[in-house]
């Protein structure tokens, strides 16, 4: 699976929106870009995923550069509640295939 | 429609002792997934079964560790003799195929 470089962290004000970039510039034709959080202890949490073009769903919207190299995810109005690590995941298109973490980047929303 | 349930959800143990998680999937979800995160450390990859089959288990840390899915259902993660490295949380994720996997909850194991 391709890798993927995410910042460490990230600072939101409460009701902006907040805009997380990924880069995955070895991803292959047949690799979908998937994101997922973790709040606090809980098990990781779907969020959106994408091949090439982009997609919105009622959580969040992924932005994906036409060459595939890098990603946005984008939460349109940052809540407290979304304080949070987000994973970027590049994930092959065979199968049921494993998803492979890395470390994310920890979004704080700040009131 | 339930979603993926992981039993037990803390489990505090001593060093040589044996433990079993079980995870229960989304219904009609071939495939199941184990996941682990040990304090500080990223969430790794145990196994992955597609019905009752391994179909990868190269994050499997060592032989004391041994998950089964008996009938393609429920299935279960033991850890015989706990060490107090594998402390940490434990995490069940179930997908159809294809599709995005749903994580449970998670169980806490705590080896003293």
């Known amino acids: 699976d391709a890798k993927t470089t995410q910042p460490p962290s990230m600072d939101c004000a409460e009701g902006r929106a907040a805009n997380l970039p990924c880069n995955h510039s070895t991803i292959s034709g047949n690799e979908y870009v998937y994101w997922y959080r973790q709040i606090h202890s809980q098990g990781p949490q779907y969020i959106i995923h994408?091949?090439?073009n982009n997609e919105t769903n009622e959580m969040a919207s992924l932005i994906i550069t036409e060459d595939r190299k890098s990603s946005t995810l984008i939460l349109p109005h940052a809540t407290l509640r979304d304080t949070a690590v987000y994973y970027c995941?590049?994930?092959?298109?065979?199968?049921?295939?494993?998803?492979?973490f890395g470390q994310g980047t920890r979004l704080t929303i700040n009131p | 429609e339930a979603g993926v349930t992981q039993f037990p959800s803390h489990s505090v143990i001593e060093k040589g002792q044996t433990v079993t998680l079980r995870c229960d999937p989304i219904?009609?979800?071939?495939?199941l997934y184990w996941y682990r995160r040990v304090m500080g450390k990223e969430i790794k990859f145990l196994l992955h079964?597609?019905?009752?089959?391994?179909?990868?288990e190269s994050g499997m840390p060592n032989n004391r560790f041994l998950a089964e899915r008996t009938g393609g259902t429920y299935s279960t993660l033991k850890v015989q003799p706990a060490e107090l490295e594998d402390s940490g949380v434990y995490f069940c994720?179930?997908?159809?195929?294809?599709?995005?996997?749903?994580f449970g909850e998670g169980s806490r194991l705590t080896v003293l």
């Open positions: 079964f597609v019905k009752e089959s391994k179909q990868d």
């Open positions: 219904s009609g979800h071939d495939n």
């Open positions: 994720a179930s997908s159809q195929s294809p599709g995005e996997l749903f």
């Open positions: 995941i590049v994930r092959g298109i065979q199968g049921a295939q494993k998803l492979v």
């Open positions: 994408g091949l090439k």
